[in-house]
């Protein structure tokens, strides 16, 4: 399934639009939306599956970036861009509602530790 999502993408990030180029070809990396196992249950399917390089990947699974059901990305909160989303991979909207949730939770508690 991976390697489904990265071809779709030419391994281009769903999120800033970055190809990285090396001597052995394009890189990216797969992101699952909503988590897998405890407690976030995630399914392991390409409907919950993104492609991003890796500094969007550390950041969204880090939750600094998320997307907005309408497919805004945003950062700590803040609109930064649009998700780019090919018509051949339906994404399931309820994963990405899901993400957003628990990522503005752990952004707002990360920016009221630091004060």
Request: hydrophobic letters at 35%; one cysteine or more.
């Amino acid at each position: 399934m991976a390697q489904s999502v990265k071809k779709l993408y030419a391994d281009t990030c769903q999120m800033c639009g970055l190809q990285l180029q090396t001597a052995a070809g394009t890189y990216s990396e797969v992101a699952h939306i909503r988590p897998l196992g405890i407690p976030h249950n995630g399914p392991d399917s390409l409907n919950n599956l993104l492609c991003l390089c890796p500094n969007c990947h550390t950041q969204f699974d880090g939750h600094a970036l998320s997307v907005a059901p309408d497919g805004t990305v945003l950062r700590f909160g803040v609109p930064v861009g649009k998700l780019v989303v090919n018509a051949r991979h339906e994404l399931d909207f309820s994963q990405l509602a899901y993400q957003s949730e628990i990522s503005s939770g752990k952004s707002q508690k990360s920016s009221t530790e630091d004060l």
